[in-house]
């Protein structure tokens, strides 16, 4: 059998969506927080902890997954000649929608992966926050037939496109030698974390793998529904057995194991409904109208795309602003401030959505 046959993108998808299932739980073995293996926007709310945007103590350390998925895509991206530096689509309506996505992902305490992660561990939040997901990118649909478009991304000179991937450099050299400022946890999420050279060698391959595949949490969704294309979707479903196969092979469903099977007492979680699915509602909306989910982004980021990294920067001062004005929720339930700043973003994104379409 010839090897092209082999890497058809349909079998690297499901090769790759396996990979970072298996990953994601066997992260939590390793030791980062239970049914968290792999979270993107807690771990960028923990890096903007450990970077002082925020004093939550408990969330407060340099992921360096993150850095390692950036990194590998812009590997990947270079390898193959898919590196191309882009920018000029809408830089501050992306930033808003990056920073109310976070807000919309902190209320449900997750992003469209930790959700998987969690119904994956026996959380059936994660159930309420798919259909959140679900509902969100079929709001986003909705807009994208009627011509919703963010502006088109023009070429940019090379060294714009390797700043952010420079900043994950440097992000990463600041966790392998941390100066005095840094903040880490010594309690809570942000003090469980697997052993750095694990954390970097999984974010460089599952950033190689999802930048070979355009792997995306929200996309799949969103594209099984708008062309009843299942590309983008059998890497979702293939992460998912991934990770749930690899939880059952650790024994974590056993007695007296890591999970068990319920909405409530959970790790890192809370199980108001209705606000994990309005959350998750905004999040998918967000990630639909900004063209992905922040996996993602922080891909796209990597191949030189600079609207992608202002998405980040939105992200990362969205988890800032959210647990500065205790909109975060907690395992004590949801923030005090979080509905009405949910509301707030489903408001700003609807209009985004009403009013940037094309005549």
């Known amino acids: 059998m010839k090897l092209a046959h082999l890497v058809r993108p349909e079998r690297l998808i499901i090769f790759a969506g396996l990979i970072f299932g298996i990953s994601a739980s066997l992260l939590t073995k390793w030791g980062n927080p239970p049914n968290m293996g792999i979270c993107v926007a807690c771990f960028y709310r923990d890096i903007a902890g450990a970077l002082g945007l925020h004093h939550a103590s408990v969330v407060q350390y340099l992921r360096p997954e993150i850095p390692g998925f950036m990194l590998g895509a812009f590997t990947s991206a270079y390898a ?52 959140g997901v679900v509902a969100g990118a079929a709001i986003g649909i909705f807009f994208l037939r009627r011509g ?26 600041l966790a392998i030698f941390p100066p005095s400022f840094i903040s880490f946890s010594e309690e809570g999420p942000g003090s469980m974390h697997a052993a750095l050279w694990i954390s970097v060698l999984v974010g460089l391959l599952v950033g190689f793998l999802a930048q070979r ?17 299942a590309y983008l979707f059998t890497g979702i479903a293939a992460f998912f057995i991934g990770a749930l196969v690899t939880n059952f092979a650790l024994g974590n469903f056993a007695a007296g194991g890591l999970y068990h ?5 959970q790790p890192v979680a809370q199980d108001n409904h209705l606000w994990n699915f309005l959350g ?19 891909i796209l ?32 339930g949801v923030g ?23 005549k």
């Open 280 to 298: 998750m509602v905004l999040a998918g909306l967000a990630a639909t109208l900004l063209g992905g989910c922040p996996l993602r982004q922080t």
């Open 148 to 173: 919703f478009n963010l502006g088109r991304s023009v070429k940019v000179l090379t060294a714009a496109g390797w700043l952010m991937p420079l900043c994950m450099f440097g992000l990463l050299l």
């Open 213 to 229: 595949t355009r792997m995306c949490f929200v996309g799949g969704w969103r594209d099984l529904i708008l062309v009843k294309d």
């Open 336 to 358: 005090e401030f979080g509905p009405a700043a949910v509301l707030i973003g489903l408001a700003f994104c609807l209009a985004t959505g009403f009013l940037m379409r094309e």
């Open 261 to 265: 099977w319920g909405f409530v007492g």
């Open 80 to 131: 193959f000649g898919e590196f191309r530096a882009r920018g000029g689509s809408s830089p501050l309506v992306r930033f808003l929608l990056g920073a109310f996505f976070m807000i919309g992902a902190l209320v449900f305490l997750g992003c469209p992966i930790r959700a998987l992660i969690r119904l994956a561990g026996g959380d059936l939040n994660g159930i309420t926050a798919l259909a």
């Open 301 to 332: 980021a990597g191949e030189g795309d600079t609207d992608a990294a202002v998405t980040i920067l939105g992200l990362t001062v969205g988890a800032g602003f959210a647990h500065n004005f205790l909109l975060a929720s907690s395992p004590k």
